[in-house]
């Protein structure tokens, strides 16, 4: 798996990227009826932030498209803490299987 990594644009703006096609587990996203991309992640980040993360909720801006998962904002610590949580779901299986089992935010 390509490191998600977080780096600064400029002074005060930071963001985080994810290449959706470096990682370990898009073969079970893709059994599980998914497309590996960017609107996945996307998924994926609203469940962390909703049932494992309130805390980042708010404090950066996601910007997904098909290749890749990115998000912006000024704060650096929670665009690392979210790298973190997104490098252990892009890594494990059962870790990605269970964000998957999670009601999306939104939902019933």
């Given at each position: 798996?390509?490191?998600?990594?977080?780096?600064?644009?400029?002074?005060g703006?930071?963001?985080?990227?994810?290449?959706?096609?470096?990682?370990?587990?898009?073969?079970?996203?893709?059994?599980l009826?998914?497309?590996?991309?960017?609107?996945?992640?996307?998924?994926?980040?609203?469940?962390?932030?909703?049932?494992?993360?309130?805390?980042?909720?708010?404090?950066?801006?996601?910007?997904?498209?098909?290749?890749a998962?990115?998000?912006?904002?000024?704060?650096?610590?929670?665009?690392?803490?979210?790298?973190?949580?997104?490098?252990?779901?892009?890594?494990?299986e059962?870790?990605?299987?269970?964000?998957?089992?999670?009601?999306?935010?939104?939902?019933?």
């Open positions: 798996m390509k490191a998600i990594n977080v780096r600064e644009l400029r002074p703006e930071f963001s985080l990227w994810l290449e959706a096609d470096m990682n370990d587990v898009n073969e079970v996203i893709a059994e009826g998914h497309l590996p991309n960017g609107y996945f992640w996307d998924g994926v980040v609203d469940r962390i932030v909703a049932h494992e993360a309130p805390h980042l909720a708010g404090r950066f801006k996601p910007d997904p498209e098909a290749g998962y990115s998000a912006y904002g000024p704060d650096r610590a929670a665009l690392e803490d979210l790298a973190a949580r997104l490098t252990a779901a892009a890594s494990d059962a870790r990605v299987r269970h964000l998957l089992a999670l009601p999306r935010p939104g939902t019933s």
